[in-house]
């Protein structure tokens, strides 16, 4: 059985075994807010039965962004109106051609990944919402582009508690392939400063971290940055950048040729 676990009061973090991607359930006082879908319908139907054991209340759904494994359960969720929210970039993303990078992407997962109806969010965000499930205020945020060109973020100050999607990664390295390596160090600044020293944070996959998880993943974001850079001016090729990375090259090598691009477009 797949299980929430109550990490503040009133905020249930599922990890999932396929990806190690984490769900978030907030319970307000007169609604519900979960926070990422999963990659399929059967995962989804894991994750609302899972909510429906510790919850009645009228559910809605943030995507912290539009990456297969955060927001292909979607179309579970869509009975009774149930409002989807993400970053309006996000939104726009969600459709067959991400799905069917995902089958191509995912040969383990393809049979279920091609059953999906990718399904865009409803509400869009740009920078900045605010929610109130009652009594429980949430607050959404874009802080920048960063593992993707539409992160959004849910703040939760009353549990001191943000769900930081793929912005933040405690299993694995960060992923580059839809990144803004050049903008993402700015990102997690920003974010940052929404911390306290007790904040728990929930990343896209793995365990929850703390602000400390945080600031060193921020080092290492902000020194991949500047290697980016640094190489671009020195006409570098990207292996040459990827040796001095503090990521695996396959990690980084990704990141480079985004940089680069970045950098000399007109
Ligand atoms: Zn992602």
Redesign the pocket.
């Known amino acids: 059985m797949t299980v929430l676990r109550e990490i503040a009061a009133g905020v249930h973090v599922l990890r999932h075994p396929v990806l190690d991607v984490n769900a978030t359930l907030v319970v307000g006082g007169e609604a519900a807010l979960v926070v990422d879908t999963l990659s399929t319908a059967g995962q989804a139907r894991q994750l609302l039965a899972a909510v429906r054991r510790v919850t009645p209340l009228p559910l809605q759904v943030v995507n912290t962004?539009h990456?297969f494994?955060?927001c292909f359960g979607n179309m579970v969720f869509t009975a009774d109106d149930c409002p989807i929210w993400s970053q309006e970039e996000a939104a726009a993303l969600v459709g067959p051609a991400l799905r069917d990078r995902a089958v191509s992407n995912h040969p383990d997962l393809a049979t279920d990944l091609a059953a999906v109806t990718p399904t865009p969010a409803t509400r869009l965000v740009r920078t900045a919402i605010d929610l109130d499930l009652g009594d429980r205020p949430v607050q959404l945020r874009h802080y920048g582009r960063g593992?993707?060109i539409g992160d959004l973020v849910a703040l939760i100050p009353d549990a001191d508690v943000l769900v930081a999607?793929?912005l933040i990664e405690e299993s694995g390295p960060p992923?580059f392939g839809?990144a803004y390596p050049l903008d993402w160090p700015d990102t997690v600044a920003a974010l940052m400063a929404a911390l306290t020293q007790q904040t728990q944070v929930v990343p896209?996959h793995g365990a929850v971290v703390t602000r400390r998880f945080v600031a060193a993943q921020h080092e290492q974001l902000a020194a991949l940055a500047w290697l980016i850079r640094e190489g671009d001016a020195d006409g570098a090729p990207p292996e040459r950048v990827a040796a001095k990375s503090p990521f695996p090259q396959e990690i980084t090598l990704p990141a480079v040729h985004r940089g680069y691009l970045h950098l000399n477009q007109p």
């Open positions: 962004h990456h494994d955060h593992h993707s999607g793929d992923q839809d896209g």
